[in-house]
């Protein structure tokens, strides 16, 4: 089980790949502002994996975060739960709450540790979102290359 932000959600739902979670978790739990946020552009079909909760932000969350990330921290921290996210401001904040944090960058690793997904497909999927506006650092990008090299 695991909490969501809105990043990985849209990345993951615009590219009809949002089987990548379903293989690694049998529940996502998402606070109503992330399904607000990922619902902007179009409607999408929650998977039924996927369970919507109500929940009342940490007030100081609310002076520095977006709805969504506030959200999704507090929602984190309340069911004792990791956290995917993916903007470096607000993995800081969740950091400094004890919650245990993953990216889409490891949600790849995962698969391909796995065996979802092959690491030619991983990387071919990390150029495809880093050519359509998902900022990855070169840093990142080298750790996640040598992430894959270390699998095999």
Same mark, same amino acid.
């Given at each position: 089980? %695991? ?6 959600? *849209? ?6 790949? %949002?089987?990548? $979670?379903?293989? /690694?978790?049998? =529940?996502?739990? %998402?606070?109503? +502002?992330?399904?607000? #946020? !990922?619902?902007?552009? =179009? ?15 940490? #007030?100081?969350?609310?002076? @520095? /975060?977006?709805?969504?990330?506030? #959200? +999704?921290?507090?929602? +984190?921290?309340? =069911?004792?739960?990791?956290? !995917? *996210? ?14 245990? @944090? %993953?990216?889409?960058?490891? !949600? $790849? ?28 650092? #070169? ?7 040598? +992430?894959?090299?270390? $699998?095999?």
């Amino acid at each position: 089980m %695991i909490v969501s932000d809105s990043t990985t959600l *849209i990345i993951l739902f615009d590219t009809k790949k %949002i089987d990548l $979670l379903g293989n /690694l978790f049998e =529940k996502i739990y %998402i606070p109503r +502002a992330v399904l607000k #946020e !990922i619902n902007r552009k =179009k409607t999408v079909n929650l998977p039924n994996y996927f369970e919507v909760c109500e929940v009342e932000p940490f #007030e100081e969350l609310k002076l @520095i /975060l977006d709805d969504g990330e506030s #959200e +999704a921290i507090t929602l +984190a921290v309340n =069911k004792k739960l990791p956290l !995917i *996210i993916d903007e470096k401001k607000g993995r800081k904040i969740a950091k400094n709450y004890n919650v245990k @944090i %993953i990216g889409l960058i490891g !949600i $790849l690793i995962l698969n391909v540790q796995k065996g979802y997904l092959n690491k030619n497909e991983a990387l071919s999927f990390l150029e495809y979102i880093n050519d359509r506006g998902f900022r990855v650092s #070169e840093k990142l990008k080298e750790n996640f290359k040598k +992430a894959l090299k270390g $699998l095999g």
